[in-house]
């Protein structure tokens, strides 16, 4: 009986009075289980001789900690894991087996962790290690504590990156990586800017001249999109980039102080999100953060997906085609 089974059927067979001292909190809720996954199947046809499938998932967050991290950390790890139904491994795990199993290139937008430990980074090295995938960074892939409440700015970042970058099978900030002809270009906007170097690295990605799949964190701006965060779903703040200042307005001032909006970053940024509207190559755009599934046009030449929480088990399944 392996652990999982273990738990289900302990929950099963004991009272919840008698499971008290015995089992965990999370493991008395009797209806406990790792659900299945959820695969929405996309597909994307692009400029290429022959098909191709990958699983794009999206916020794992893994929230583990161990003797090696300070006991404030394991306190928060604690805490947090039950936002993440306390399975998130789980999930992450059983996505990657999904993927092997299809023989998919695993394409992960953010939020392989929900903060800076030693486990979560072990966890992420060993999850990925010999395995074909692609990672943007999310935002708190970057958070040394979740919930620290930092303004959050690229010297912050650079502070994670000290011990996050070496756990990662990519550059954190920047990749681009060209499978069967298409350029798959992963680039961070976790804090809801593209910094200038990253803009002028994917500049020079598209003038290579190959059909591109942007691959980022926050979902990038679209009417529909902030219409659906702020209106359909009633969210205070649409969490995406290049949102406009008259649109933003109403937003409380706390966002503006810890994240960059209304700074000179947003200036570069909305122009960067302009540019890739206009952006022929760009045939889509992968990205989560919002923990919900959702896609809509982002150009003419553009779909883009955000993949739900991996650790609720929503994971895109998504076949490359030749275009017609
Ligand atoms: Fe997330
Ligand atoms: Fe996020």
């Known amino acids: 009986m392996n652990r999982r089974e273990f738990l289900r059927r302990g929950a099963a067979l004991c009272s919840a009075a008698s499971l008290a001292s015995f089992f965990p909190a999370w ?9 299945e996954l959820t695969i929405t199947s996309i597909t994307i046809p692009l400029p ?8 794009h998932i999206s916020d794992s967050h893994l929230a583990y900690a161990d003797d ?24 992450l795990q059983a996505a990657l087996r999904h993927a092997e199993e299809k023989g998919q290139i695993v394409l992960h937008t953010g939020d392989m962790i929900d903060f800076v430990t030693a ?29 620290d409440g930092a303004v959050q700015d690229e010297e912050y970042k650079q502070r994670a ?37 990253l803009i002028d690295r994917f500049r020079a990605e598209a003038a290579k001249g190959l059909p591109i799949v942007a691959m980022c964190h926050c979902p990038l701006y ?17 969490l995406i980039v290049g949102a406009s200042d008259e649109e933003m307005a109403h937003y409380p001032e706390s966002y503006f102080k810890r994240y960059r909006w209304g700074h000179d970053e947003q200036i570069a940024t909305r122009a960067f999100v ?23 046009q982002f150009s003419d030449t553009a779909p883009q997906y955000i993949a739900g929480a991996n650790f609720k088990g929503q994971v895109n399944e998504i076949t490359f085609v030749p275009a017609a």
């Open 27 to 35: 493991a008395q809720d009797q209806t406990w289980e790792v659900p």
């Open 48 to 55: 290429i001789e022959r098909e191709f499938t990958a699983l």
């Open 68 to 91: 090696r991290d300070s006991e404030e950390k394991r306190a928060r790890a604690d805490k947090r894991i039950e936002v993440f139904k306390n399975h998130p491994l789980e999930m």
């Open 119 to 147: 486990k979560n980074l072990d966890l992420t090295r060993e999850a990925l290690a010999d395995r074909d995938c692609l990672l943007s960074a999310g935002n708190h892939d970057f958070y040394p504590m979740q919930g």
């Open 161 to 197: 990156m000290v011990d996050a970058q070496p756990a990662w099978p990519n550059d954190m900030r920047f990749c681009a990586r060209v499978i069967n002809g298409v350029n798959f270009v992963a680039f961070d906007d976790a804090f809801y800017y593209v910094a200038d170097d």
């Open 222 to 238: 679209t009417p529909e999109l902030y219409k659906h965060c702020v209106e359909s779903r009633g969210d205070h703040v649409a």
């Open 274 to 296: 302009d540019y890739l509207r206009g952006e022929p190559l760009l045939k889509a755009v992968l990205c989560g953060h919002l923990h919900f599934s959702w896609q809509g």
